[in-house]
């Protein structure tokens, strides 16, 4: 019964919030697994602030088998438990079954298959970042308790099962040492122009960041209620610049405002 409250809590915390497009197109100078460089047959493009790369190499590399449906143009990576789909200039993709939304779809340049990085790499359970121009992966630490692992697919699952889905193209849900914190990342296409619209709009900015504020106390109360007490991070990933946050709620504070820079 918790669970499902908090479902609907943040049903309705999340009303309001649509993404928008912006154009982007460059190159990325490339992906880095766990310290070294992967070696690719193409060059790695950003599109709309997504990284995409060519679908064997570094899916492949991660430990994935990549099976091709030519009749469909459908790319489908296995890594144990997860999977991951896509199809080429769809936007509708699927994480272990599920239906999501995509600010980039896979798409054909030059010949070859490109998919979008972040998208596939976290469905199969790696951990993403940027710096200066380059994608760091990272094998996720292996340290997490079982049963608390298992909390945090369960949380994600009460998210996916949510109409957050249908106001944030894409969420990731992770945990982190350093913080001791659960961390939910919200990105999408857009939403660098749609924050700063709100900032223009400060009434209307304020009531998005109580919002925000609302959903890391909620995760703080979810997961002590199932016995661990966690910090909780909620943030606003730049769709222009995916290394830097717009917003950073800690614990239900403002950790970091864009808006006050």
Not at 54 to 77: F, H
Not at 118 to 142: H, I, N
Not at 211 to 228: A, D, T, W
Request: aromatic residues 12%; negative net charge.
């Amino acid at each position: 019964m918790k669970k499902i409250l908090f479902a609907m809590t943040l049903v309705f915390a999340l009303l309001g919030f649509s993404p928008t497009v912006v154009e982007a197109n460059t190159l990325s100078k490339g992906v880095i697994l766990d310290g070294e460089q992967i070696s690719m047959d193409g060059t790695p493009i950003i599109e709309n602030g997504r990284t995409l790369v060519p679908v064997r190499g570094v899916l492949e590399a991660i430990g994935a088998t990549v099976d091709w449906n030519q009749a469909t143009k459908t790319a489908t990576a296995h890594l144990g438990e997860f999977s991951a789909s896509v199809t080429v200039d769809k936007y509708t993709a699927y994480v272990d079954g599920y239906a999501v939304n995509l600010d980039v779809p896979a798409k054909i340049v030059n010949g070859r298959t490109m998919v979008p990085l972040r998208f596939m790499a976290e469905a199969l359970g790696y951990d993403v970042s940027y710096k200066d121009g380059w994608v760091y992966l990272d094998t996720p630490s292996t340290d997490l308790d079982p049963e608390f692992a298992a909390e945090l697919e369960d949380f994600e699952s009460i998210l996916k099962d949510s109409p957050v889905k249908d106001y944030f193209e894409s969420f990731s849900i992770a945990y982190s040492d350093e913080e001791g914190a659960v961390v939910l990342s919200f990105e999408g296409d857009g939403t660098n122009k749609k924050v700063h619209e709100m900032i223009n709009k400060p009434d209307e900015w304020a009531y998005y960041i109580e919002y925000m504020e609302m959903i890391s106390m909620e995760m703080v109360m979810y997961f002590k209620q199932l016995g661990y007490e966690v910090n909780s991070i909620v943030e606003v990933i730049d769709d222009e610049n995916p290394e830097y946050v717009l917003l950073k709620v800690f614990n239900g504070l403002v950790d970091y405002d864009i808006a006050t820079e």
